[in-house]
């Protein structure tokens, strides 16, 4: 599992400030003094996170620009970008998380703080990896199911779905992916505290956007393997 850091920053204190703090953890780091740079030395390492500075030179654009362009990458589905600023404008912390920044922190940090920050962050990247590649699996194979399949983890928010979820329920991938399944079917407050290694039924579902349909909903809770690291998911096949 990938423990490299990539800092992308132009000042060299506060490059030296971050590498003492990922040396601490025992990680290895590279450093991006540039935007031209920073998607190339991503694809080349694969680091598990990202100290991202927001005023970088360079052609590239912004720290956010490169966010948001990394996050566009397959590879980038479970990185951590944690944005780092002078400025503390909410509009612009906005405008970071929208790009896909996992977290943004205002300069100067605690040092404490950072380093709690990076462990949290790499244990977090590591276990949504590895359920993230059980997930796959589990996509490869509902993709040929012909039904509707939304695949959420425990908390109902979904992170996979089939081509017939698409179009048989007309709704687009935005309008998906990490939607709660209580946001999208008219289900029971209860549902998901009420769910258990068996097939709930419910009939008679109100779709998102005012789309209604008489449908039957499978629901399915998968058991938990802590010891291959993979989590719980809640499965729903929607039968129109």
């Known amino acids: 599992m990938s423990s490299i850091i990539l800092i992308v920053e132009d000042d060299p204190d506060m490059v030296e400030f ?8 025992d990680f290895e780091h590279i450093v991006c003094t540039s935007s031209d740079d920073v998607v190339d030395k991503y694809l080349d390492f694969q680091p598990s996170i990202i100290l991202m500075d927001i005023d970088l030179p360079g052609s590239k654009g912004t720290g956010i620009d490169i966010t948001r362009e990394i996050k566009r990458l397959p590879e ?11 400025h ?3 509009e612009l912390i906005e405008e970071a998380f929208r790009a896909g920044a996992t977290d ?3 300069k100067p940090i605690n040092p404490t703080i950072l380093i709690n920050r990076l462990r949290y962050w790499h244990y977090f990247h590591q276990t949504s990896t590895e359920g993230t590649t059980y997930s796959q699996q589990l996509g490869a194979v509902f993709a040929h199911i012909p039904t509707t399949i939304l695949v959420a983890t425990i908390d109902g928010t979904i992170i996979r779905f089939n081509d017939y979820a698409i179009d048989r329920l007309e709704l687009n991938e935005e309008l998906l992916k990490g939607q709660n399944l209580m946001d999208i079917l008219d289900l029971p407050a209860t549902l998901l505290s009420d769910l258990d ?3 709930h039924l419910f009939q008679k579902t109100t779709l998102l956007e005012g789309i209604k349909k008489p449908v039957d909903i499978h629901l399915y809770l998968t058991a938990e393997d802590e010891d291959e690291g993979v989590p719980a998911w809640i499965v729903a096949m ?3």
Do not use: P
Request: proline residues 0%; without cysteine.
């Open 18 to 25: 971050y590498k003492a703090a990922i040396e601490s953890l």
């Open 88 to 90: 503390e404008d909410n």
């Open 197 to 199: 290694e068996k097939l």
């Open 238 to 240: 929607i039968d129109l």
């Open 104 to 106: 943004f922190s205002i």
């Open 76 to 86: 980038a589905e479970n990185t951590i970008i944690m944005i780092m600023s002078g």
